[in-house]
């Protein structure tokens, strides 16, 4: 137990990303799957809007139950009770126990329709998704490496911060990034067309000189 530290979890996106309800295939774009360790629901700060989240024992065996958000269930089951449906991410079919509100993690792009399951053990060095507000890198950073050495001495955690500040600064930063472009080039036709105008009033202008002595 890290002081400061509210839920830990894994967070993948699944590479199982085909999903399926009975015969029916939908297409990649409308679901995105999610796979989570315990506490991965509070780390993510996910809300429950119905059912339940998976337990700790069922997270642990890789139960075969799922989450589904709110946009998922409207349109695939808008009529009917959610919990309790049946839902296939690649060959398993799961049961689905709760739906969640619907994820943003993104102010630019929004999050299509999710499914969550629990994550599958994997062999292969990852990170994992931590809540700890109030905490800053470098104090998480600290205290996580401190209660790690004792197990794997020479442990140094690798903190990455994702405040709402960072969240906002990665999303616009390509708009402003782009925006003294895009001004320079505005000025730029502005002028190219203001000149263009000059030159089209003054030749009418010189072609009615005559006109104009008279």
Do not use: C
């Amino acid at each position: 137990q890290v002081e400061g530290v509210r839920a830990a979890s894994a967070v993948f996106e699944s590479s199982r990303n085909r999903v399926a309800l009975g015969d029916q295939i939908l297409d990649r774009n409308a679901a995105a799957v999610l796979e989570l360790g315990a506490d991965g629901i509070a780390a993510l700060g996910l809300r429950l809007l119905a059912g339940r989240a998976p337990t700790p024992t069922e997270s642990a065996a890789v139960a075969l139950v799922a989450l589904v958000d709110d946009r998922f269930a409207r349109t695939h089951w808008p009529y009917q009770p959610v919990v309790g449906q049946p839902v296939s991410v690649g060959d398993t079919a799961h049961d689905v126990v709760g739906v969640i509100a619907n994820p943003r993690f993104s102010l630019l792009r929004e999050t299509p329709p999710v499914v969550v399951v629990p994550a599958a053990p994997r062999p292969e060095r990852k990170g994992m998704t931590i809540w700890a507000p109030g905490l800053s890198e470098r104090d998480l950073t600290e205290r996580l490496t401190s209660v790690m050495s004792s197990l794997a001495p020479g442990f140094r955690a690798n903190v990455s911060a994702r405040t709402f500040d960072r969240i906002f600064d990665d999303d616009t930063g390509n708009v402003r990034f782009q925006r003294p472009i895009v001004l320079a080039l505005g000025l730029f036709a502005f002028s190219v067309a203001g000149i263009g105008l000059y030159g089209v009033v003054r030749y009418l202008v010189e072609q009615r000189s005559r006109d104009f002595s008279v």
